[in-house]
């Protein structure tokens, strides 16, 4: 049992995260660490460095996933895989996905400094995307393990400067040629700690979640196309205006999420307008609409319902509507079978923890759904993600290591003499 007075063998945790954020940092203190950009290559080839460094034989997968391995003696090689996302939302905090990638690799690191070999495999993963943050697509890292995903879903993908999906793919060290669109089979078992991005934690002085499902996701780009003309000539009753066609749904969907469907989010997080003139009425308007709920029945009612009120709005304001899904996650109940050890673990070292929904997506939504898999929270201060204020206290952070090393030592090493 670790003793979490040790608070020197955690040291380096903020270091790590501090050195990571340089790969990518912008000048209000964020992060953009886009798939494939250059941001992203240094950042996964400064992990593979330190990761041969710490004695693990690191390698990359055909889509960038970086694995961190320490090979087990046992001679069915089984793997207990540990980590998190490595790409960034545009300008977000230092903390989403890094973390845990840094504590899975400070965790496997101090098992190995003090029982060597463990009975079975541990791979320490920095996933190469999960954010969907430059092209329209998400968990492309974790979605390539379990096989969910080929070159079929990123033809003709662009990002917004035009580059194809592929060509980026390529440019970043990972040709097409080299690609094959298949699942692993030697994963045991997926463990993750993340930051919350939430407040639960934190408002109820909690230290430790545990997460019993994750929330599904529907993520649609809706295009809504009318009439482009002069603003000052065109009057107001004569318009086909996109823009105010565009903003009356977003409110009627608002309302609607608040009023009939407690406990589910929908959020209009972009629009872009053309020709994005001051003194023109626009041609065409897109939002992007992205809607969370962990009962599947309910997402689905949700979506079916917005979209086929844009729809018959459309239809009666003679604007031309195109809606194209381009996420689909179902919700996912995780293994909660580690959870009574791992509530013993953080009692006897006087953490509190509870068990709770994730509203946020995560890999081990995707990969809980082939593996069984766990996921549990730090907190994030005042509930601020997505940000350059996105942060977490070095001693939460510590927890959270301690947590994941007796965790994966039940899993990969108990047994050892």
Not at 58 to 65: A, E, S
Not at 161 to 178: E, S, T, V, Y
Not at 249 to 274: F, M
């Amino acid at each position: 049992m670790l003793n979490l007075c040790s608070s020197e063998k955690y040291k380096n945790v903020q270091h790590y995260l501090d050195w990571l954020a340089t790969f990518g940092e912008t000048a209000d203190g964020g992060v953009t660490r886009l798939l494939y950009t250059e941001e992203w290559q240094a950042a996964q080839h400064a992990l593979k460095e330190e990761m041969r460094e710490i004695g693990m034989d690191p390698y990359f997968d055909k889509v960038g996933n970086l694995y961190g391995r320490i090979e087990g003696f046992q001679e069915e090689k089984q793997v207990i895989l540990t980590g998190s996302h490595i790409d960034t939302v545009v300008n977000g905090g230092k903390y989403d996905g890094a973390y845990g990638v840094i504590a899975s690799l400070l965790a496997a690191k101090m098992l190995f400094e003090q029982y060597g070999r463990p009975r079975k495999t541990i791979e320490v993963v920095s996933l190469c995307e999960e954010e969907g943050s430059r092209f329209p697509l998400t968990y492309w890292g974790s979605k390539n393990i379990t096989g969910e995903y080929s070159l079929e879903d990123i033809k003709q993908l662009e990002d917004q400067n035009g580059i194809l999906f592929q060509d980026a793919m390529g440019k970043a060290g990972f040709p097409i040629a080299a690609y094959k669109g298949d699942k692993r089979s030697d994963i045991e078992h997926f463990i993750e700690v993340h930051i919350e991005q939430g407040a639960i934690l934190e408002k109820n002085n909690i230290d430790i979640g545990f997460v019993t499902h994750i929330v599904g996701q529907h993520r649609y780009t809706i295009q809504f196309m009318g009439e482009s003309n002069h603003a000052g000539t065109t009057p107001m009753e004569e318009r086909k205006d996109p823009m105010v066609f565009a903003a009356n749904c977003i409110d009627a969907l608002t309302k609607i999420a608040k009023e009939e469907y407690p406990g589910l989010r929908a959020t209009v997080g972009s629009i872009n307008a053309e020709p994005n003139v001051s003194n023109v009425v626009a041609k065409t308007v897109s939002i992007t609409l992205d809607i969370r709920h962990h009962q599947e029945g309910i997402l689905k009612k949700y979506s079916d319902e917005i979209l086929q009120m844009i729809t018959e709005k459309a239809n009666d304001s003679g604007i031309i509507c195109k809606a194209e899904k381009w996420a689909d996650s179902l919700p996912v109940a995780l293994d909660t079978s580690l959870h009574s050890t791992m509530e013993k673990i953080a009692k006897n070292n006087g953490l509190k923890s509870v068990q709770m929904v994730s509203g946020a997506g995560h890999d081990s939504q995707i990969l809980g759904a082939h593996y069984p898999t766990t996921l549990f929270f730090v907190p994030s201060q005042k509930g601020i993600s997505h940000s350059p204020l996105e942060f977490t206290k070095v001693q939460d952070l510590e927890h959270g290591i301690l947590l994941l090393k007796e965790v994966l030592y039940k899993l990969a090493y108990e047994g050892v003499q």
